[in-house]
């Protein structure tokens, strides 16, 4: 399966900035586009799906660039509780699993 | 509702001996995979299934990992004569029936620890 990569971080940022992450894939075939927040020790939970228009969830915005195969998240003002890491996700050729990245850690100060 | 459930959340095991984990979806949810997450990676695929039907076992290490769905409901991935490199979070995901190009968000359990001493 191909890859997908993401900066690891960590990105440390005071309450209230704004954050971006991104994130590359390579798989031209894949279809359906995520981002996964996992918390310590917890288990993945979809944040939002990604969609070629671009979309926004609250404080939010995920943008898609499938000829440069890319993928971001957008995060306007970071609160301590955002703190978790990021994980890129997208399905592999067969439509059926889904790939993830190493995912991007973040970390809010107050 | 209730979501993903899988038993045990820890076990620890020596080396040789055959482990079974038990993955209960969400209600309704007709596929069910299976993913391995090593420490400080995102997790990495073995295994799907559609009702009862194994779909795609290509991410299944070797042959001494297998997964079954008998009543397409509840799964259990087997892994006989462990081995230490096997130590890792298993987790397990659910979906409403998933085909074709596009993938229905896939809700995870909490996982189970595997320790191979």
């Known amino acids: 399966r191909k890859e997908v990569e993401q900066d690891p971080g960590p990105f440390n940022v005071p309450e209230g900035a704004t954050v971006a992450f991104n994130c590359t894939y390579s798989n031209s075939a894949s279809q359906s586009f995520f981002w996964y927040r996992q918390d310590c020790r917890k288990e993945p939970k979809l944040l939002m799906s990604?969609?070629?228009s671009g979309n926004e969830d609250g404080r939010f915005t995920a943008q898609l660039n499938r000829a440069s195969q890319y993928i971001s998240l957008l995060i306007r003002d970071s609160k301590l509780s955002d703190s978790a890491t990021y994980l890129c996700v997208v399905n592999d050729q067969a439509g059926t699993a889904l790939i993830f990245g190493k995912g991007t850690t973040l970390s809010v100060s107050s | 509702g209730a979501g993903v459930s899988q038993s045990p959340r820890y076990k620890v095991t020596k080396r040789g001996q055959d482990v079974a984990l038990r993955c209960d979806p969400i209600s309704g949810h007709v596929s069910l995979y299976w993913y391995r997450q090593a420490l400080g990676q995102g997790p990495e695929f073995l295994t799907y299934f559609n009702y009862e039907a194994q779909q795609d076992k290509s991410g299944l290490p070797n042959d001494r990992f297998s997964a079954e769905r008998p009543e397409g409901s509840i799964s259990t991935l087997t892994i006989q004569r462990t081995e230490q490199r096997d130590s890792a979070m298993y987790r397990c995901?659910?979906?409403?029936?998933?085909?074709?190009?596009?993938?229905?968000?896939?809700?995870f359990g909490p996982g189970t620890r595997l320790t191979v001493l």
């Open positions: 990604v969609y070629s």
């Open positions: 995901a659910s979906s409403t029936l998933t085909s074709g190009e596009y993938t229905d968000t896939q809700y």
